[in-house]
């Protein structure tokens, strides 16, 4: 990311990458961040539908490779190989990221297993998932290329503090 995208030398043709929906430039896929944004759906489901807690607490975290490796993207091992080969800061970003969001998504899940009256539940599942959306929208930003590394700095530290706080 610190060098332009026409300035990168990616062994995999950049034709290939956009029409498996992997991002030429960075060589990552916005389709990682399905399993992120699932866990958000479930946890804002979670005061109008109880029940949602059973699909939220069988919610598992995966690295990049794990996802790819397990899902239905039909260019999985594209996916695979392209993320590989992107720069490490940009590789470094997303793990980062998405490090950061399983860390709320599991610390929440933790809590939300202690049987917590419903509307303490709600209000943790809340503001778990709005935490998580400006980490979502970053990790977008790094899989679209739209952000450097040094933006990021200590971003997502800070949204697991803030939510910590609460």
């Known amino acids: 990311m610190n060098a332009p ?30 399993r992120f944004n699932e866990a958000i759906m479930l946890l804002e489901m979670l005061s109008a539908c109880p029940d949602c807690i059973e699909d939220f607490l069988a919610w598992k975290p995966a690295t990049y490779r794990e996802h790819f490796a397990t899902s239905q993207f039909k260019d999985r091992a594209l996916a695979i190989e392209a993320y590989e080969a992107a720069e490490p800061a940009v ?22 297993r202690a049987n917590l009256p419903a509307e303490t539940a709600a209000l943790l599942a809340t503001q778990s998932a709005a935490s998580l959306k400006p980490l979502i929208a970053q990790a977008g930003a790094v899989i679209n290329g739209d952000t450097t590394t040094s933006e990021l700095g200590a971003a997502p530290q800070s949204a697991v503090d803030q939510l910590m706080k609460r």
């Open 5 to 34: 995208a026409e300035q990168r030398k990616s062994p995999i043709d950049a034709a290939r990458l956009a029409q498996a929906n992997i991002n030429p430039a960075t060589g990552l896929a916005t389709d990682y961040l399905n």
């Open 91 to 112: 590789r470094h970003c997303i793990d980062t990221l998405a490090d950061t969001m399983t860390a709320v998504l599991e610390a929440t899940r933790t809590t939300l």
